[in-house]
């Protein structure tokens, strides 16, 4: 499974913006969980959001919870992450990744996107 995560850029806060991961490889539909993490300068990579391989079940860190939205088009085997009111502290490197179990951790995840930035300014 190859990841390729889009969609950053630097917005202003209370600004919105949503990323993508594009995934290929013939084992990626219905076969994996995704996930959403961040990570900036000299802390680990932090938890963001997940969705199960079918879709029906969803997973937030509480700092994002009812501000971002995590969905999957298993059709065109991309998933979003909707990025709404944003705020400085949002600021960090995004990375998707692919979990055949687990959500909430990143030694969880096979597969690993190359990451898209996002910079919020205050």
């Known amino acids: 499974v190859q990841l390729q995560a889009s969609g950053g850029g630097l917005v202003q806060a209370g600004g919105s913006l949503r990323l993508s991961c594009a995934a290929s490889?013939?084992?990626?539909?219905?076969?994996?969980?995704m996930g959403w993490f961040r990570q900036v300068p000299e802390k680990e990579r932090e938890f963001v959001a997940a969705i199960s391989w079918s879709g029906g079940s969803t997973y937030y860190a509480d700092s994002v919870k009812g501000r971002f939205t995590i969905s999957r088009d298993d059709a065109k085997n991309t998933v979003y992450l909707q990025m709404n009111s944003l705020k400085p502290e949002d600021t960090a490197v995004y990375y998707c990744?692919?979990?055949?179990?687990?959500?909430?951790?990143?030694?969880?995840?096979?597969?690993w996107g190359q990451g898209t930035l996002v910079t919020v300014s205050s």
């Open positions: 490889g013939r084992t990626f539909s219905r076969r994996y969980g």
């Open positions: 990744a692919a979990t055949g179990g687990r959500y909430y951790y990143a030694s969880d995840y096979d597969y």
